[in-house]
């Protein structure tokens, strides 16, 4: 990939916000920010008295510590003020373009505190390759291929006009030879508000823009920003994903949401309260239906439009409530009320700016909901509550706690816990060997040889495990998709032979996705099972291996498995397909084919090519990824111990007056107390995590 030199611009950068008021509501996520400093402390211990080899390891585990950036995507309508929510989020109310060009198809990542090494980007702009943009200008996106598919002729001479118009506008902007941009990224040193302008919104009508007027230069071809903040509020790295939305001309903008959706465990789904959640909105409805219900949000925005918040809340949700249930969208998620502006006003220096209808909005929501505990807030205290914004960063910090925050804790700890006791082990040899104890080893090269059986005999069995889960997940859903495609033919020809021709029949896919997300929630149990399987047998093979390389009984010697890689959503059912899509270009479809016959060929043929790229992504895309997390963690597991061993392996045979040089016995004594106390401190920590922070 092309990379552009890193440059600094002059302008100014965004200034950052912060006043008391906005840690609100992240109280228990700076509890479990706590716990990993804890950790890190004790992975510090082990470095200090392990030696060289366990301090490097232990520096990893302390990397991966630090490194750890829980991800959120927000999705929303268009118009929600989902941008506007984000910059209040982060105390940067001018951030983001909160009015970006409905074109625009962004996915703008902020990372929050996130640690840099000195000469990094704090701004770095992806460009979309040139197979992504000839898929958009040349076939018209997802929805040019699924009107070709259809042979709907009048809504793709539509699309080519409109492609022309957008292909003649880049051109403009960025001058004939514009394509040679494609697949570039620009990084820059510096984050400022001319680039976000730039690369971001797209702006005005290029004919209307003056002379010199950068607005939107690089938008059009613009696939991804990444914008590196410092955010004192917030107690730990995050990053909040901004992404485009699922309702353009051309569905890029879907396909873009689900990518990033793949990316990120928790989703905060925005809404307008005007709007609320109606069926007008089944594009997120699928999306958010595939990811599971704890890990979805709903933030209402925009009550401060509303003329009384306090009688109109109820309803508001009540009906989201029931749009879900009757669409099989998240059972019970949590839904939030609140005002981005409110949060907005809360961070400009008075409140003075408030518009009146605002005001009243306020006034009335502040008397229906707040309580005693909230009475003696100070007044831009109160307007920050009742915007919302700390109910859900109260949300998400139990989503991150007990979803991927809960699982680098456990993993760190396992690995933390297996790297003292190898050490332990290594400690006892060596008091053995002190204490002039004759130890039969066994030779390096034998041990080396084991290992290698081990792994061998481990990753194959994995994969063996995998090859049949796989197979079996493709059967199933390659007869979902049969079965599906036979009924809703039979439901066709019922139609024509009740209803004749002349009445357009329609369908729901929805029984097709309820059918490949059970097959997926049956894989991803299985892989689970595989993977503890499989986990759990080389641990106990790599415990007797150690007993049988040193002959030597450590007290409580066990070697903990690592657990199985949690298993991403099945986002991509969430894609737009042709039954989907109630719009004349269906009815056009529709009046085109004569004769039952017709009818039931072209049908089949059009939703089997329909639905074919989504099985293929289940059925070869995820599964490659699901196989490489399962692989990539035993293999590092694998390493780890063959690290431990060939270092336990190596002082065995060291001559023992350099041992005690090394060491000194009266130093070894001191680290046999310390390793007791670190193993009964991880023990504790390890306690804790199952427990749950605070508690």
Known sequence: MKMEELATEDSYNVPATHHPFMASGMEKLRLFHEEISDLEATLQDVAKVGGKDSAKKSARLIKQLRTFEPSITMIGQIKSGKTTLINAMVGRRDLLPADVNPWTSVVTSLHLNTALPDEAPTASFQFFNKDEWDHLVENGGRIGELSARAGADEEMEKIRQQIAEMRDK??????????????????????????????VCLGDDFDDQEEGDQQGQFADITKSADLYLAAPAVPMPVCLRDTPGVNDTFMMREQITINALRDSRICVVVLSAHQALSSMDMGLIRLISNVKSREVVIFVNRIDELSSPAEQIPEIRASILQTLADHNGPENPDVIFGSAYWANIALAENLDDIVSDSAEALYNWA??????????????????????????????????????????????????????????????????????????????DA???????????????????????????????????????????????????????????????????????????????????????????????????????????????????????????????????????????????????????????????????????????????????????AERELQDFLDEQRAILMDISEKSTVDVNDLKDIFGITAQQEREEIFDFILEELGAQTSSVAQGPGV
């Open 170 to 199: 880049t051109k403009k902007r960025l001058g004939r030879k514009f394509e040679l941009l494609l697949g570039q990224k620009h990084n820059y040193a510096n984050l400022t508000d001319d680039l976000v302008q730039r690369y």
């Open 367 to 444: 008397e229906a909901s707040l309580t005693a505990e909230t009475a003696g807030m100070e007044t831009k205290d109160m307007v920050w509550h009742l915007s919302g914004v700390p109910a859900l960063y109260h949300a998400l910090s139990d989503r991150i706690i007990e979803g991927p925050g809960a699982e680098i804790l456990a993993a760190s700890r396992k690995r933390a816990l297996n790297l003292v006791r190898g050490v332990r082990a290594s400690s006892t040899i060596v008091s053995m060997r002190l204490d002039s104890d004759t130890i039969e080893v066994m030779p390096h």
């Open 447 to 629: 041990l080396e040889q084991r290992l290698d059986e081990i792994s061998d005999d481990y990753l194959g069995m994995l994969s063996d495990r995998l090859d049949i889960v796989f197979a079996q997940f493709g059967s199933r859903i390659d007869q979902s998709q049969k079965r599906f495609l036979d009924r809703a033919l039979e439901s066709l020809l019922q139609h024509l032979e009740s209803r004749g021709e002349d009445e357009v029949w329609q369908y729901s896919p929805d029984g097709l996705r309820l059918l490949l997300r059970t097959s997926y929630q049956v894989m991803r149990r299985n892989v689970t099972a595989a993977c503890d399987q499989v986990f759990a047998a080389a641990a106990n093979d790599l415990a007797e291996t150690y007993r049988a390389a040193f002959g030597v009984a450590v007290e409580n010697f066990t070697i903990t498995p690592p657990a199985a890689p949690e298993i991403p959503a099945p986002v991509t059912l969430g894609q737009t397909i042709a039954l989907d899509l109630q719009t004349s270009w269906w009815k056009g479809w529709w009046k085109r084919r004569k004769g039952y016959r017709a009818f039931a060929s072209g049908f089949y043929d059009l939703i089997e090519a329909e639905t074919a790229p989504i099985i293929e992504e289940l059925k070869i895309r995820q599964a490659q990824d699901i196989r490489a997390l």
